[in-house]
């Protein structure tokens, strides 16, 4: 069992920035994994946010490109995700997601959440 656990969450205004952090129990090779950022806004469904590959590989989705940006630093088993020029719109529950099998994509593991609230 993998444990996820977020940070950095918090009520700030359109525009403003924050950066979130997930840091993993995993005692294998952390750089061997995929991870992610989802979100879940009241009444919505769980979207994807951004995902980095075990290769480097990142992908965004559209709603956060130029915005977002995911990175992971492997010797601390922790991934980022720097949120700049925040919207009102991005205002949800951010979780960190990992893969349960080294080079997967399909996440299995979950964090608990943080939450993100952004004011107009």
């Known amino acids: 069992q993998v444990q996820l656990v977020e940070s950095g969450g918090g009520l700030v205004q359109a525009g403003d920035s924050l950066r979130l952090s997930c840091a993993t129990s995993r005692r294998t090779t952390f750089s061997r994994y995929a991870m992610g950022w989802f979100r879940q806004a009241p009444g919505k469904e769980r979207e994807r946010v951004a995902r980095?590959?075990?290769?480097?590989?990142?992908d965004y989705a559209d709603f956060v490109k130029g915005r977002f940006t995911i990175s992971r630093d492997n010797t601390k088993r922790t991934v980022y995700l720097q949120m700049n020029n925040l919207k009102a719109e991005d205002t949800a529950i951010y979780y960190c997601?990992?893969?349960?099998?080294?080079?997967?994509?399909?996440?299995?593991?979950w964090g608990q959440g943080t939450q993100v609230t952004v004011s107009s």
């Open positions: 980095i590959n075990w290769n480097g590989v990142i």
């Open positions: 997601a990992t893969a349960s099998a080294p080079f997967s994509s399909a996440f299995n593991y």
